[in-house]
């Protein structure tokens, strides 16, 4: 679970560029879609600019954990399969994993390497009944 008030994350999308309005408001967030894993694919901000004006940005994929990143700016977002609300002045996300999806901790392969297990069990542990064989000669 990642928190932030609106102005911190409404910042992460200025410094990123996404956004340009000099004096700007959150008005809403919300995902737009998301890919059959149950991933976001599109996040979409609106945001009232200056004079009132309403606009709409979007940010797509694996971009959204570069900028929105954890609440305490440590790291980026562990992954994009989440929900995320609005509540009061915060924007709440509830995550739903790590990484990319592929099924595979790149911790955990590093941690079995170092102590000695060779990359085909530690394949065979993330990918139970898989079949490694040559692509090429």
Known sequence: KETYDRKLFLERFINAG?????????ENVEVK?????GRVNELERTVVEDENIQKKYSV????IRTIIRTSD?????????FEIMLDGNQIIIHGK????????CQYGAIGQAHIGINY???LNHYFPGTHIKKYYE
Do not use: D, Q
Request: proline share 0%; hydrophobic share 35%; net charge positive.
């Open 18 to 26: 996404i956004i340009t309005g000099n004096k700007c408001e959150l």
């Open 60 to 63: 797509f994929g694996n971009n």
């Open 120 to 122: 085909l069990e530690i």
């Open 97 to 104: 994993g790590y990484g990319h999806g592929v099924g595979m």
């Open 73 to 81: 700016n440590k790291s980026i977002l562990f992954s994009t399969n």
């Open 33 to 37: 879609s998301i890919f059959k894993s």
